[in-house]
């Protein structure tokens, strides 16, 4: 168990629909990022937030945004849901600042099918 | 990031000890090499992490040579439940602002 729970753990969306998928990291940890997962390949930066601040992004659209709360949760935000958009999506969350390499610890994810 | 290159798939045995393989040949100084490992409707897992020569820790050990262009994941004596896919990145997270890139990953299957 990494202490990172996501929700819901499926999701069932039409296209042209909008979806908020949330996320609670382990307590402490001031930064969260968001992957998506495609069937059979692995996890693509979707963008991370450090402190309530979007702290970089990946090669996703503007209709992917997200919000970091002060309690440690999160929630990613996808309108105008497109068919291509069904995948895993997951959290991980970590302590920047630690001398060493950060370790992220990942959620279970939350399953996403846009029909 | 520095891009890696690592097998698709791989088969052994309960019992075994599996070695994968990651090439990153432009690897910079600053990069450091960190495997995890994902199970079916999981999240990824942290395994081990290393800069140069060897690391071990309870579950796996990590051989990088002094050129640092590749680097090998052992798992020993593997069971069932190693079965998984495993992925090996390369980058200097802290300057990335820990940003992970992922590959394909290997697909390693235990079988009894």
């Known amino acids: 168990e990494t202490g990172v729970t996501q929700s819901p753990t499926h999701l069932i969306k039409t296209r042209g629909q909008q979806v908020t998928l949330r996320c609670s990291s382990q307590?402490?940890?001031?930064?969260v990022s968001w992957y998506q997962q495609a069937l059979g390949q692995g996890p693509q930066f979707i963008f991370q937030y450090y402190r309530e601040e979007e702290n970089g992004r990946g090669n996703f659209p503007p209709r992917f945004s997200g919000l970091q709360f002060p309690n440690y949760s999160s929630e990613l935000n996808v309108n105008a849901l497109e068919l291509d958009d069904s995948a895993l999506y997951l959290c991980?969350?970590?302590?920047?600042?630690?001398?060493?390499?950060?370790?992220?610890?990942f959620g279970p994810g939350t399953r996403l099918l846009v029909l | 990031l520095a891009k890696t290159t690592q097998p698709i798939s791989m088969d052994s045995y309960e019992g075994q000890e599996v070695n994968i393989t990651c090439s990153h040949n432009?690897?910079?100084?600053?990069?450091?090499i960190t495997w995890y490992q994902q199970f079916p409707s999981q999240g990824p897992r942290f395994i081990i992490q290393g800069y140069k020569t060897k690391v071990t820790n309870e579950v796996a050990s990590l051989f990088i040579p002094a050129d640092r262009k590749s680097s090998t994941l052992s798992l020993p004596r593997v069971s069932l439940s190693d079965t998984a896919v495993y992925y090996c990145l390369v980058g200097d997270h802290k300057a990335a602002g820990n940003k992970l890139t992922f590959g394909g990953g290997t697909r390693v299957l235990v079988k009894p």
């Open positions: 307590s402490g940890h001031n930064t």
């Open positions: 432009n690897i910079a100084t600053n990069d450091y």
């Open positions: 991980a969350s970590s302590l920047a600042g630690l001398p060493s390499q950060e370790t992220q610890y």
